[in-house]
Protein backbone atom coordinates (compact mmCIF):
# COMPACT_ATOMS: atom_id res chain seq x y z
CA UNK A 1 0.00 0.00 0.00
CA UNK A 2 1.30 3.51 -0.82
CA UNK A 3 0.96 6.73 1.43
CA UNK A 4 -2.62 7.87 0.97
CA UNK A 5 -3.32 11.82 0.92
CA UNK A 6 -5.25 13.12 3.91
CA UNK A 7 -4.93 10.29 5.87
CA UNK A 8 -1.03 10.42 7.35
CA UNK A 9 0.55 10.38 10.57
CA UNK A 10 1.35 12.30 13.33
CA UNK A 11 -0.83 15.27 13.25
CA UNK A 12 -1.47 17.75 15.57
CA UNK A 13 -4.25 16.19 17.78
CA UNK A 14 -6.37 19.02 19.12
CA UNK A 15 -8.82 20.39 18.47
CA UNK A 16 -10.15 16.73 19.50
CA UNK A 17 -13.99 16.36 20.44
CA UNK A 18 -14.78 14.77 23.66
CA UNK A 19 -16.56 11.48 23.32
CA UNK A 20 -16.41 7.57 23.59
CA UNK A 21 -12.80 6.12 23.01
CA UNK A 22 -12.13 2.02 22.22
CA UNK A 23 -11.56 0.20 25.35
CA UNK A 24 -8.20 -1.06 25.32
CA UNK A 25 -7.63 -4.52 27.56
CA UNK A 26 -3.49 -4.57 27.85
CA UNK A 27 -2.06 -8.18 27.76
CA UNK A 28 0.90 -7.37 28.94
CA UNK A 29 1.61 -9.93 31.42
CA UNK A 30 5.27 -10.76 32.08
CA UNK A 31 6.27 -9.49 29.38
CA UNK A 32 9.68 -10.61 27.93
CA UNK A 33 11.38 -8.54 25.41
CA UNK A 34 14.93 -8.71 22.94
CA UNK A 35 16.24 -6.01 21.60
CA UNK A 36 16.35 -5.87 17.57
CA UNK A 37 17.53 -3.09 15.46
CA UNK A 38 17.54 -2.74 11.81
CA UNK A 39 13.85 -1.84 10.79
CA UNK A 40 11.82 1.16 9.50
CA UNK A 41 11.93 2.43 13.46
CA UNK A 42 15.15 1.72 14.32
CA UNK A 43 16.47 -0.11 17.71
CA UNK A 44 12.90 -1.83 19.41
CA UNK A 45 11.76 -3.94 21.76
CA UNK A 46 10.20 -7.08 20.70
CA UNK A 47 7.71 -9.64 22.68
CA UNK A 48 9.63 -12.94 22.71
CA UNK A 49 6.47 -14.08 24.46
CA UNK A 50 2.96 -13.08 22.76
CA UNK A 51 1.31 -9.84 24.74
CA UNK A 52 -1.57 -8.60 23.47
CA UNK A 53 -4.45 -5.89 23.21
CA UNK A 54 -8.20 -6.48 23.35
CA UNK A 55 -9.81 -3.66 21.19
CA UNK A 56 -12.90 -3.45 19.38
CA UNK A 57 -13.27 -7.50 20.04
CA UNK A 58 -10.41 -7.78 18.27
CA UNK A 59 -7.01 -9.07 19.23
CA UNK A 60 -3.70 -7.27 18.26
CA UNK A 61 -0.56 -8.78 19.25
CA UNK A 62 1.99 -6.38 19.96
CA UNK A 63 4.77 -6.61 17.59
CA UNK A 64 7.42 -3.95 19.01
CA UNK A 65 7.90 -1.03 21.06
CA UNK A 66 10.22 1.47 19.69
CA UNK A 67 10.76 5.72 20.45
CA UNK A 68 10.51 8.67 18.79
CA UNK A 69 13.03 11.94 19.43
CA UNK A 70 11.31 13.89 19.25
CA UNK A 71 7.83 13.60 19.83
CA UNK A 72 5.70 13.14 16.38
CA UNK A 73 2.22 13.98 17.48
CA UNK A 74 1.80 17.69 19.22
CA UNK A 75 -0.82 18.50 21.34
CA UNK A 76 -1.50 22.69 21.73
CA UNK A 77 1.45 22.43 18.99
CA UNK A 78 3.61 21.78 21.92
CA UNK A 79 6.38 19.51 20.74
CA UNK A 80 7.36 17.41 23.70
CA UNK A 81 11.36 15.45 24.09
CA UNK A 82 10.19 12.06 23.06
CA UNK A 83 7.22 9.69 22.00
CA UNK A 84 6.80 5.96 22.54
CA UNK A 85 4.76 3.61 19.95
CA UNK A 86 3.60 0.29 21.24
CA UNK A 87 2.72 -1.23 17.61
CA UNK A 88 -0.11 -3.92 17.46
CA UNK A 89 -1.26 -5.94 14.55
CA UNK A 90 -4.14 -8.30 14.02
CA UNK A 91 -3.79 -11.95 12.43
CA UNK A 92 -5.94 -10.21 9.70
CA UNK A 93 -3.30 -7.35 8.95
CA UNK A 94 -4.88 -4.16 11.07
CA UNK A 95 -2.73 -2.17 12.54
CA UNK A 96 -3.42 -0.47 15.75
CA UNK A 97 -0.33 1.91 17.79
CA UNK A 98 -0.74 3.07 21.32
CA UNK A 99 1.74 6.48 21.98
CA UNK A 100 3.00 8.37 24.97
CA UNK A 101 4.71 11.77 24.66
CA UNK A 102 7.76 12.07 26.93
CA UNK A 103 8.07 15.34 28.86
CA UNK A 104 11.66 16.66 30.30
CA UNK A 105 11.01 16.26 34.09
CA UNK A 106 12.00 13.62 36.64
CA UNK A 107 13.71 10.59 36.18
CA UNK A 108 11.13 7.01 34.85
CA UNK A 109 12.20 3.89 35.98
CA UNK A 110 10.94 2.15 33.25
CA UNK A 111 12.62 4.29 30.65
CA UNK A 112 15.96 3.20 32.64
CA UNK A 113 14.84 -0.58 32.29
CA UNK A 114 14.66 0.18 28.55
CA UNK A 115 18.30 2.01 28.42
CA UNK A 116 19.61 -0.89 30.05
CA UNK A 117 18.39 -3.16 27.58
CA UNK A 118 19.17 -0.89 24.76
CA UNK A 119 22.94 -0.41 25.59
CA UNK A 120 23.31 -4.16 26.14
CA UNK A 121 22.45 -4.26 22.49
CA UNK A 122 21.00 -6.02 19.72
CA UNK A 123 19.86 -9.62 21.06
CA UNK A 124 19.79 -8.72 24.66
CA UNK A 125 16.62 -9.56 26.49
CA UNK A 126 14.70 -8.05 28.95
CA UNK A 127 11.84 -8.71 31.16
CA UNK A 128 9.71 -5.50 32.01
CA UNK A 129 5.90 -4.37 31.62
CA UNK A 130 5.26 -2.05 29.08
CA UNK A 131 2.79 -0.38 31.22
CA UNK A 132 5.25 1.01 33.39
CA UNK A 133 5.61 3.66 29.87
CA UNK A 134 1.75 4.71 30.18
CA UNK A 135 0.69 8.06 31.89
CA UNK A 136 -1.83 7.46 35.29
CA UNK A 137 -4.40 9.69 33.18
CA UNK A 138 -6.34 6.85 30.98
CA UNK A 139 -7.14 10.23 29.16
CA UNK A 140 -6.76 9.18 25.30
CA UNK A 141 -6.92 10.63 21.81
CA UNK A 142 -8.15 8.56 19.19
CA UNK A 143 -8.14 9.03 15.23
CA UNK A 144 -7.25 6.69 12.05
CA UNK A 145 -3.83 7.37 10.62
CA UNK A 146 -1.00 5.70 8.75
CA UNK A 147 2.53 4.38 9.98
CA UNK A 148 5.03 7.40 10.47
CA UNK A 149 7.83 5.39 8.89
CA UNK A 150 8.36 4.58 5.45
CA UNK A 151 6.15 3.57 3.64
CA UNK A 152 4.07 5.40 5.54
CA UNK A 153 1.01 3.16 4.92
CA UNK A 154 -2.26 2.24 6.49
CA UNK A 155 -4.82 2.55 7.91
CA UNK A 156 -3.36 2.47 11.42
CA UNK A 157 -6.05 3.10 14.14
CA UNK A 158 -3.85 5.74 16.76
CA UNK A 159 -4.22 6.19 20.40
CA UNK A 160 -2.28 8.69 21.55
CA UNK A 161 -2.37 9.55 25.83
CA UNK A 162 -3.18 12.96 26.31
CA UNK A 163 -1.08 13.32 29.23
CA UNK A 164 2.54 12.87 28.48
CA UNK A 165 5.14 10.76 31.09
CA UNK A 166 7.76 12.01 32.72
CA UNK A 167 11.63 11.51 31.73
CA UNK A 168 15.08 13.10 32.92
CA UNK A 169 17.07 15.06 30.35
CA UNK A 170 19.77 12.44 31.00
CA UNK A 171 17.54 9.41 30.15
CA UNK A 172 16.58 11.49 27.03
CA UNK A 173 20.23 12.16 25.74
CA UNK A 174 21.01 8.68 26.46
CA UNK A 175 17.97 7.63 24.45
CA UNK A 176 18.68 9.65 21.58
CA UNK A 177 22.28 8.87 21.06
CA UNK A 178 20.83 5.21 21.03
CA UNK A 179 17.99 5.89 19.01
CA UNK A 180 18.98 8.89 16.68
CA UNK A 181 16.78 12.09 15.70
CA UNK A 182 13.77 10.09 14.00
CA UNK A 183 10.70 11.81 13.99
CA UNK A 184 8.18 12.47 10.72
CA UNK A 185 6.90 16.42 11.21
CA UNK A 186 3.18 17.02 11.91
CA UNK A 187 1.22 15.98 8.71
CA UNK A 188 -1.98 17.61 7.19
CA UNK A 189 -5.00 16.12 9.16
CA UNK A 190 -7.74 17.45 6.58
CA UNK A 191 -11.50 16.55 7.61
CA UNK A 192 -10.53 13.82 10.18
CA UNK A 193 -12.32 13.65 13.50
CA UNK A 194 -10.24 13.33 16.59
CA UNK A 195 -11.60 12.02 20.05
CA UNK A 196 -10.68 12.68 23.29
CA UNK A 197 -12.00 10.55 25.99
CA UNK A 198 -11.34 7.80 28.52
ZN1 LIG B 1 6.78 4.94 15.66
Redesign the pocket.
Known sequence: MSEAPGMQSPIELRPAVEGTVDAMDLRYDGGRFSVVSGGP?GIALQPVTSLWMAKNYRRYELNDI?F?LPA?HTVDNVENAG?V?F?HVTSAGLIA?VGVLIAEGGSSRALEEVLAAYGAGRGAQTTFDPRSLLPRSPRRFQYDGS???PPYDGVVAWTVFESPIEASSDQLARLRSLVGEMSRPVQARGDRRVTLGS
Open positions: AHHEEHVVRTT
